[in-house]
């Protein structure tokens, strides 16, 4: 009995987290697909990850190379600051990186009041981008994370986070910013020297970018970003003491776990028995990769919708493709037309210049 007893022990699945996060989602930024997930959906104060979603906001509503006069609200700011003073110039493009590299939440009030006029003008056009992502679990109430006299501060989700880190990391100024590790700035009164408070992009080589985050009642958050292979892949943890060996250990399994697979090749791109468009070409503008485990190209399907337009002109879309993994979209590309002159034209000229290196000859 005692041996029967020891064998059925040792089969007994058990349930072992191997990361110590009591939130964590890590997400393909190309598809935001997600690749991991413990708890995605829990909504908790965020602390200074808050920042991603205040960077994004200022780059896509002003001039970063405008300059930034500091008012008395900054004297509002506690905790981490790049130490700013009132009445200092600064051009915006180096308040962002003061912001997303040191934290500042000095620097997160002078932003919020340049670009929204004033602070909470501004934090609605956070609130207003994060259901443009699809946020929808996410409240913001200030620029910079913190919580208030009450403790009340932004509230998220580990998914939420990974879509908006996914987002901004499309925009090449925001991600030019997060993957510096060191910057200098200068205003009408200083010169100021940073070094990235992200560890990860000095001890882990494929690291492109994040925030961290730390309150006393949030704990520590952490976003980051890394790229291996062209495999793009963000994490997000909430409330992790061991957040950094996390990121890095997870971005090596699962650039082990996944590889970059064409699912569609653009230049190959047909559709069989279409109706629609038989005179002209219909393409792609891209080839469509996805991160797929072994074994998983094999279920995927494609749903095709074609409009039928009658009046178009070149390079209209006129459908979409869903790219589905099982039942689950994780993709959809448009379909765009080309019409028969265009093509025309476009091979009239190949022949041309063929015709010029025959006559060179």
């Given amino acids: 009995m005692k041996k029967i007893f020891l064998f059925l022990l040792f089969f007994i699945p058990m349930h072992?987290?191997?990361y110590s996060a009591r939130n964590i989602v890590a997400m393909d930024i190309d598809t935001n697909r997600i690749l991991y997930e413990e708890k995605a959906y829990d909504e908790h104060l965020i602390a200074s990850i808050t920042k991603i979603m205040t960077a994004i906001v200022a780059i896509e509503n002003a001039d970063i190379e405008s300059e930034v006069t500091t008012t008395n609200s900054i004297l509002k700011a506690f905790g981490s600051g790049i130490y700013i003073e009132v009445g200092e110039t600064m051009k915006l493009k180096d308040l962002l990186y003061g912001l997303m590299m040191r934290s500042g939440n000095d620097a997160a009030l002078a932003i919020a009041e340049f670009v929204g006029h004033d602070i909470n003008t501004f934090v609605e056009f956070?609130?207003?981008k994060a259901k443009e992502i699809g946020m929808n679990h996410t409240k913001f109430?200030?620029?910079?994370?913190l919580e208030n006299n009450k403790g009340e501060g932004n509230t998220s989700t580990a998914y939420d986070m990974a879509l908006l880190s996914s987002y901004a990391m499309q925009n090449p100024i925001y991600k030019e910013m997060v993957g510096t590790k060191n910057y200098v700035a200068k205003s009408d009164k200083k010169t100021y020297s940073w070094t990235n408070k992200n560890k990860l992009l000095s001890t882990y080589d494929y690291t492109t970018g994040g925030k961290t985050?730390?309150?006393e009642k949030a704990r520590r958050t952490l976003v980051t970003t890394a790229c291996k292979e062209e495999k793009n892949i963000t994490i997000v943890t909430l409330n992790d003491?061991?957040?950094w060996a996390?990121?890095?250990d997870l971005y090596e399994r699962l650039f082990n776990e996944y590889e970059r697979i064409k699912v569609i090749d653009k230049n190959t791109f047909t559709i069989e028995n279409e109706n629609y468009y038989k005179k002209e070409k219909l393409y792609l503008k891209e080839d469509v990769f996805l991160l797929l485990k072994e074994g998983e190209k094999e279920e995927i399907s494609f749903d095709i919708n074609l409009q039928k337009l009658n009046k178009f002109e070149n390079g209209d879309r006129v459908g979409t493709i869903k790219v589905k993994l099982k039942e689950q979209v994780i993709k959809e590309v448009n379909v765009y037309?080309?019409?028969?002159?265009a093509k025309e034209k476009k091979e009239s000229l190949l022949k041309k210049i063929l015709g010029w290196f025959k006559h060179d000859k």
């Fill in 213 to 215: 985050g730390f309150t």
């Fill in 16 to 18: 072992v987290q191997a």
């Fill in 126 to 128: 956070m609130n207003q």
């Fill in 337 to 341: 037309v080309e019409l028969e002159k």
């Fill in 241 to 243: 003491g061991n957040d």
């Fill in 246 to 248: 996390d990121h890095k």
């Fill in 141 to 145: 109430i200030n620029p910079h994370g």
